[in-house]
């Protein structure tokens, strides 16, 4: 099994940045994809950004060009730089990780809060 652990949320004005970290420990099987995702008050939990195994990225409409997901392998880590935040990225920020054939784990989410 994997423990999943994120970090890096806070309370940061408009225009500024954010790095958020996502710790998964627990076993040693290797990691395969891993996405972050948020939940806005009021509103669904959406999928915000993924890394592959290999690297390959996705990432929503809304964050292309401000966030960046990146994945450092061998310490079972990611990350999720964001720049340029406004109001709308005001959520609770979760990971996500999947390994082994189907198993996938969740963190406890952190807080990012964005003033305008």
């Known amino acids: 099994q994997v423990q999943v652990a994120e970090s890096g949320g806070g309370l940061v004005q408009a225009g500024g940045s954010l790095r958020l970290s996502c710790a998964a420990s627990?076993?040693?099987?290797?990691?395969?994809?891993i996405g972050w995702y948020r939940q806005p008050p009021g509103k669904q939990r959406d999928l915000v950004a993924t890394i592959t195994r290999s690297g390959r990225t996705n990432y929503a409409d809304s964050v292309k060009g401000r966030f960046t997901i990146s994945r450092d392998n061998g310490k079972n880590l990611v990350y999720l730089q964001m720049n340029s935040l406004n109001s709308e990225d005001t959520a609770v920020y979760y990971c996500?990780?999947?390994?082994?054939?189907?198993?996938?784990?969740w963190g406890q989410g952190t807080q990012v809060t964005v003033s305008a």
């Open positions: 996500n990780v999947k390994w082994g054939t189907s198993w996938d784990a």
């Open positions: 627990g076993s040693s099987i290797s990691i395969n994809d």
